[in-house]
């Protein structure tokens, strides 16, 4: 027994230890760029800002190692999913040596939320109108004409808005696991759920499948529709194996990274949905979402990132909405072996789309 208590105490005592290393580990405070020498690189930029934008809580992360390069404003998807940027610097995705990147959280998510912002005011339109204001206020900090804009997953489809809105202020537009007729892709995803769990014979995806039925979900409330979602992209997720998996090195960069205090770490770990409002209430427009209908033409050149095996967002209609759409450049990028985020199975071809195409157009 005296064993026994020795090692649960020393559990204990290692546990605390590391708690406290990662609680002195987050000041809040964005890490700069240094040189060789320590010393801040002078035309860096690194900090965030809890602005609100249209009477809502937002948070812009605004990090660069040179203010003269190009902004990028990246949108990220969920709904209701937020940035963890030194994840995406440690997996070699933060593209902050190429871009000023600003990482939007947009409302109803991440640390600025406010649980006194109504329900009724996080709605897709008004997201579409923060972004663009978030836009504007880049255009004037860093003195640019145009920015890049980046879309992930639900980000296509804000992004897609924006630019449809306001043209003029996007230079360019990079799409990742994108959407184009969602009320089909739920269908042909739960198919493919469906089929994979009856050729292996899983009979638990199988009943629970059945459960919740095929869409569409006309009955359901919101939270139920988004329930079924997690159900389906469950099994989904089972067939459909990403490549990526954090590593030690991974998790421990984002837990000891001073630019994000640490109720914001803990909350990086719970499921975006249990957290913040916002997955509970878009996923209905979410899942109604028809960009090839809606969004056929592009004023500004398109660039499509799309991995072969890609169930939440379909591969084949992301293509279909790629070879439709209209736009005075446009070009399609097939990850394969690839799923919904490609930019972490594949951080350097991920990369070097940006370094060989995007920029040099």
Known sequence: ?????????????????????????????????????????PNSIAYHEDMVINGAPQRVTIRGKDINNPVLLRVIGGP????????????GVDLEDLFTVCYWDQRGAGPAYDNSIPDST?????????????????????????????????GTTVSAYMVQKKPELFKAYIGIGQMANQ???????????????????????????????????????????AEACDV????????????????????????????????EKYAFFQYYGTVYPAYNILWPTCFNINLIRDVPEWKIPVYIMQGDNDHSTETSLAKAYFDTLKAPLKKWFLFENATHEV???????????????????
């Open 1 to 41: 027994m005296k064993w026994l208590l020795y090692v649960l105490s020393s559990i204990l005592v290692l546990i605390l230890v590391l708690l406290l290393v990662i609680r002195i580990n987050s000041s809040g405070i964005e890490e700069p760029f240094l040189d060789n020498d320590g010393n801040v690189l």
């Open 80 to 91: 209701g999913a937020f940035h963890t940027p030194a994840a995406n610097k440690v997996l």
């Open 122 to 154: 996080i709605t897709l339109e008004q997201i579409v109108e923060d972004g663009l204001d978030v836009t504007k206020f880049l255009i004037q900090k860093f003195n640019k004409d145009k920015i890049y804009i980046e879309g992930m997953s639900w």
């Open 183 to 225: 009320p089909l892709s739920e269908q042909m995803s739960f198919d493919f759920a469906m089929g994979e769990a009856q050729k292996h014979n899983d009979q638990e995806s199988i009943e629970a499948l059945n459960k919740i039925g095929r869409p569409p979900y006309p009955h359901m409330t919101n939270v139920e529709m």
């Open 232 to 263: 389906e992209r469950e099994v989904v997720y089972k067939y459909a194996i990403s490549s990526f998996s954090p590593s030690f090195k991974e998790l421990s960069g984002v837990l000891l990274d001073n630019g994000a205090a640490f109720k």
């Open 343 to 361: 930019l972490l199975e594949y951080p350097e071809k991920y990369r070097s789309i940006y370094i060989a195409e995007v920029l040099r157009n």
